[in-house]
């Protein structure tokens, strides 16, 4: 049987209406509709080869071999992928990261959306792009979103099949700048896909979740009208609150370092001050700052004064994911 090498690239992306807590954990369907921003210039780029030589699945990250855990999901991955294309041989996997590995900038969406793309196209298999997103989503529900590139809806259901994402404007509809204020390298003590199995131990999680169809319709609202302010306005609304379900679990889960705090404050005085800039957290110390392409340059030299401040990664509207 022919063999041939499919080589992905996807980006990663930033929610300003998260989600957190899945409907279903197995299959990774998240409680609530999300809404992101695509983020070029972060890039990870996987190729995959189908090879009836092989004994097993075979995955290198940036050149290494992995530890077990990433191991074990990428091949889980690839076995719903073998059930969806027909294809029954095992899988030799190498994926690279543009962004500085251990940034502790998740890299699970690009992973997932860029592995789910090129082993559909290794199988030599079509899927239409709502269907990439669904088994994209399998493998970490945000990397549904990263099949897409501009703003991006993600859409809880009750079943698989109707949750997946869609476009809600191309990237050409506004062009805005992420710049990721780095604080922390270290890799994050309770990952997401852990983090969501607590959400619902929190007594914040229901009203987060019942409040969430407004500020999704406030945040496309913004978007469509290129409104930065109301968008800052629900999107840093949205963050804290994911961040008050996270602090009032059972465990309480606190992401955020001291020098998190530092930023969240100097990007409010800024926005105080006239510039136009939000910021939004996930799962982790980064605090992502949204900015017009007006504001970057002095948004990035207050965040290079913030004590604690590590390292500033730039990233801005991004593109779909590309397939050869
Ligand atoms: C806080 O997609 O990382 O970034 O399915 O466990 O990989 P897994 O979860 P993940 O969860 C995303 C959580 C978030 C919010 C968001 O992106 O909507």
Avoid at 6 to 12: E, L, M, N, Y
Avoid at 89 to 107: H, K
Avoid at 287 to 302: F, G, I, Q
Wanted: net charge negative; with cysteine; aromatic share 6%.
């Amino acid at each position: 049987m022919e063999t041939h090498t499919a080589q992905a690239s996807a980006h990663p992306n930033i929610a300003f209406i998260k989600y957190w807590g899945n409907r279903n954990d197995a299959l990774r369907i998240p409680a609530n509709d999300s809404l992101s921003m695509t983020l070029g210039g972060l890039t990870t780029t996987t190729n995959v080869t189908f090879d009836a030589e092989l004994a097993s699945d075979e995955f290198l990250l940036d050149g290494k071999e992995p530890g077990a855990a990433a191991r074990e999901r990428v091949a889980a991955h690839l076995d719903l992928m073998r059930l969806e294309t027909g294809e029954t041989r095992f899988a030799r996997v190498e994926s690279m990261n543009s962004f500085p590995a251990g940034a502790g900038i998740a890299s699970s969406a690009s992973a997932f959306a860029a592995l789910t793309i090129a082993a559909a196209s290794a199988a030599d298999v079509q899927f239409d792009p709502r269907t990439l997103s669904r088994l994209a989503r399998r493998g970490s529900g945000s990397a549904a979103r990263s099949i897409l590139g501009g703003y991006v809806q993600l859409h809880a259901a009750d079943e698989d099949e109707f949750s997946y994402a869609e476009s809600i404007a191309p990237r050409e509809h506004w062009r805005l700048i992420d710049l990721i204020a780095v604080v922390d390298r270290t890799h994050k003590q309770t990952g997401s896909t852990r983090g969501h199995q607590t959400a619902s131990s929190s007594p914040l999680q229901t009203a987060r979740v019942a409040d969430a169809g407004r500020r999704l319709e406030a945040c496309r609202t913004a978007i469509t009208a290129r409104d930065f302010a109301h968008l800052a306005h629900v999107a840093e609304q949205d963050s804290n609150m994911m961040h008050a379900v996270m602090l009032t679990s059972s465990p309480p889960l606190l992401y955020w370092a001291p020098a998190s705090l530092s930023v969240m404050r100097r990007v409010n005085e800024l926005r105080q001050d006239g510039l136009d800039v939000f910021y939004s957290v996930d799962a982790g110390p980064n605090v992502h700052c949204l900015c017009t392409p007006d504001a970057a340059r002095e948004v990035l030299s207050a965040l290079g004064q913030v004590p604690g401040v590590a390292e500033i990664l730039h990233a801005e509207t991004g593109a779909p994911p590309t397939c050869t």
